[in-house]
């Protein structure tokens, strides 16, 4: 049996690098709750801690038309969300504690422009870029179902 040669080896172990890079960079899932926009129900990944809140929706390549992720921040404050490695155009719904749409901005993928809440919120909601205007939710507008 003859041995592999060493350029073989080589594009052999760069091959198994790439991969394992790519299958660590694959989009995390996380737990779903329903929550509900009016009678719209909205199947929503929870990012509650904060490795969670870092990786967010990144990687992914596509989103349900009723799927998003609902970020939950321990108390109200200043948030803002930014697109570095997000390949999806998302809508991002800033929530106050009670429930109550503050803010919708839209933001563009691979970008790493701050998308600010007008004031402290508690909650941040992503989904697909236009999927509250098309449902005509906007700020004042409730969300129910929102974790603690």
Same mark, same amino acid.
């Given at each position: ?23 660590? #960079? ?117 969300? #129910?179902?929102?974790?603690?």
């Amino acid at each position: 049996m003859k041995a592999p040669s060493l350029p073989r080896l080589i594009i052999g172990a760069m091959m198994a690098t790439l991969a394992m890079s790519a299958w660590g #960079q694959q989009a995390a899932r996380f737990p779903v709750i329903p929550l509900n926009a009016g009678i719209h129900v909205i199947k929503a990944e929870v990012a509650a801690r904060d490795a969670e809140r870092q990786q967010g929706l990144m990687y992914r390549e596509r989103m349900g038309p009723n799927e998003g992720m609902v970020f939950v921040f321990e108390a109200p404050a200043g948030v803002c969300m930014w697109m570095k490695n997000t390949f999806i155009p998302l809508s991002v719904a800033f929530i106050d504690e009670s429930g109550k749409i503050i803010n919708i901005e839209d933001m563009q993928p691979q970008t790493t422009d701050s998308h600010c809440a007008k004031r402290p919120a508690r909650y941040a909601l992503e989904m697909n870029q236009g999927w509250f205007k098309q449902k005509n939710i906007k700020p004042g507008s409730v969300i #129910q179902g929102l974790p603690n």
